[in-house]
């Protein structure tokens, strides 16, 4: 848990959406399994809040990068059926 809570910013940009989601099951599951102190588990909620955040902004960038490829697919097929 302390590993968790020390992680950087820097370090949390790093990380890769699986590894974010992996982190974010982590903190779940001291929720679930253990009797953690309320100051604890603020720490922890807003570590979650963080990592739920890099999360979702790497699947936002990794949903344009798709919708390029599939725009530079489609102007393929077009120059392929001309």
């Known amino acids: 848990m302390e590993k968790i809570l020390s992680l950087a910013e820097e370090e949390i940009n790093k990380l890769t959406f699986k590894e974010l989601m992996e982190l974010i099951d982590t903190i779940k599951n001291y929720f679930i399994s253990s009797e953690l102190d309320i100051e604890k588990q603020i720490e922890l909620y ?22 390029e490829i599939d725009r530079k697919y489609e102007e393929f097929l077009k120059n392929v059926e001309e």
């Open 46 to 67: 807003a570590k979650a809040i963080l990592l739920l955040t890099k999360a979702r902004e790497k699947l936002i960038t990794i949903k344009k990068q798709k919708e």
